[in-house]
């Protein structure tokens, strides 16, 4: 299992610097990706991009699959009833960093909302809103509130396991302002995923959050 967390610690490392790097690069050239969910490369390059990670993420994991907590909750009213006030919490947060004086929102440092509606490109749209809203959400909690948080409690216990998890889901989006929202979301999901014993209800709770930022921008 050391093992296994040394490899998981290296792929998250990876990912942030990764994404810090694109990050400060797209910063310096200037350039403006806000319309990218217009695109079906960006669907492909997701896709792409998504089976690479989940991939790793299974190769760590093997055989030991039970570690990505990929099961049914106990109960599913006490796991739907802990989502909602995971959503409540976030929103709550982003309302309150809203309020914050920052350089650059939060919500829109990442640079993937759209600025405005495009009917000429709504299928491009619609499979980047399941690019963003299921197959992310699915990765990103299978490797965090799965595999990372199953693999850290083995070592640091429940509640160190808990907000270094929501720390490490925050850096990995190579982001800086965001992190304000980002740690916090991750914290809350990771709390979700130690009360429930599955990964599932925070995969719920990503997607919605991440479909309603989508749907927001464009209508807005």
């Known amino acids: 299992m050391r093992n296994r967390l040394i490899a998981w610690s290296a792929l998250v490392l990876a990912i942030a ?3 810090y790097a694109s990050r400060f690069t797209e910063s310096s050239a200037g350039k ?3 319309d990218v969910v217009y695109s079906y490369a960006t669907f492909a390059g997701g896709l792409v991009l998504y089976a690479v990670w989940v991939g790793i993420v299974f190769l760590i994991a093997r055989p030991h699959f039970d570690l990505l907590a990929l099961r049914r909750p106990a109960s599913w009213p006490n796991a739907l009833g802990l989502a909602f006030g995971a959503i409540v919490a976030i929103y709550l947060c982003e309302a ?3 309020l914050v004086p920052l350089p650059q929102s939060p919500g829109k440092e990442q640079g993937l909302t759209p600025t ?3 009917p000429s490109h709504a299928g491009a749209f619609a499979a980047n809103m399941l690019l963003f809203a299921v197959v992310a959400p699915f990765v990103e909690e299978l490797t965090f509130r799965g595999l990372g948080q199953s693999l850290l409690r083995l ?3 429940r509640w160190p396991t808990i907000v270094t998890v929501g720390f490490a889901f925050g850096l990995a989006h190579g982001l800086l ?3 304000l929202v980002l740690v916090p979301f991750g914290i809350a999901l990771a709390y979700v995923r130690d009360r429930t014993d599955s990964s599932i209800p925070g995969m719920l709770v990503h997607g919605t959050f991440n479909a309603v930022a989508l749907i ?3 209508l807005g």
């Open 32 to 34: 403006d990706t806000r």
């Open 96 to 98: 309150a960093v809203s």
């Open 177 to 179: 302002e965001a992190l």
């Open 155 to 157: 070592f640091i216990g």
């Open 116 to 118: 405005h509606w495009e």
């Open 216 to 218: 927001v921008a464009v």
């Open 17 to 19: 610097a990764l994404n």
